[in-house]
């Protein structure tokens, strides 16, 4: 009897083991960094290009179709290499990179482009749409310029002495208050010449 409890005691022990190790949620996985399995890096080159890469690890992938370039005109958007075909749960049928992939930036194309990109793990992880944004170069973008403006004032201001800065914000914001009551009375007016043309 107490031979037979021991057999069947590791029978039922090796039959769980066994159980465990088929099971596919048992087996934890150790998905890399959004940065480190799609590493971007860009480069301007001498022919006056613009190289985008990624370098992509093993067991990981991104998607063609997934790939923006906001900021570019038509002449200057990037042609997209060819990729490999793959079928999975979250896209369906897509062309996908593996290892490495470089977009190029045509010559001429200047300013700032969001690049965007996403891609997944073969073991099943999708990751959220990670961007980063590409100084080309040549004109300065429309709020960088905003920010240049900002930055002027804020210096015009540091050299003037408190009393002229004091005035100046007085001046202002009385400007201000003008045109919200300018706003005001006009509006009044409108409503005053609808009310005299309804009671006639």
Not at 53 to 79: C, E, M
Not at 176 to 198: E, M, N, P, W, Y
Request: aromatic fraction near 12%.
């Amino acid at each position: 009897m107490h031979r037979l409890f021991i057999f069947l005691f590791l029978l039922l022990t090796g039959f769980s083991q066994a159980q465990a190790s088929n099971d596919p949620f048992a087996q934890k996985v150790d998905f890399l960094p959004v940065a480190k399995a799609f590493a971007f890096s860009s480069e301007a080159l001498p022919s006056g290009e613009t190289r985008l890469s990624w370098q992509i690890a093993n067991n990981y992938y991104l998607y063609q179709k997934r790939f923006k370039f906001d900021g570019l005109d038509a002449a200057h958007t990037p042609v997209l290499p060819q990729g490999e075909e793959h079928n999975d749960e979250f896209f369906g049928a897509s062309q996908v990179y593996r290892n490495q992939v470089d977009v190029l930036i045509p010559a001429g194309a200047s300013g700032q482009v969001k690049v965007s990109w996403q891609g997944c793990a073969d073991a099943g992880l999708c990751y959220p749409p990670q961007s980063q944004v590409v100084d080309l170069g040549g004109a300065q973008p429309v709020a960088a310029q905003g920010q240049a403006q900002d930055q002027s004032l804020a210096a015009s201001l540091q050299q003037r002495s408190l009393g002229w800065s004091l005035l100046l914000f007085f001046g202002l914001g009385l400007l201000l208050v003008l045109r919200g009551l300018l706003q005001v009375v006009t509006h009044l007016l409108k409503t005053l010449d609808h009310l005299f043309f309804a009671s006639l």
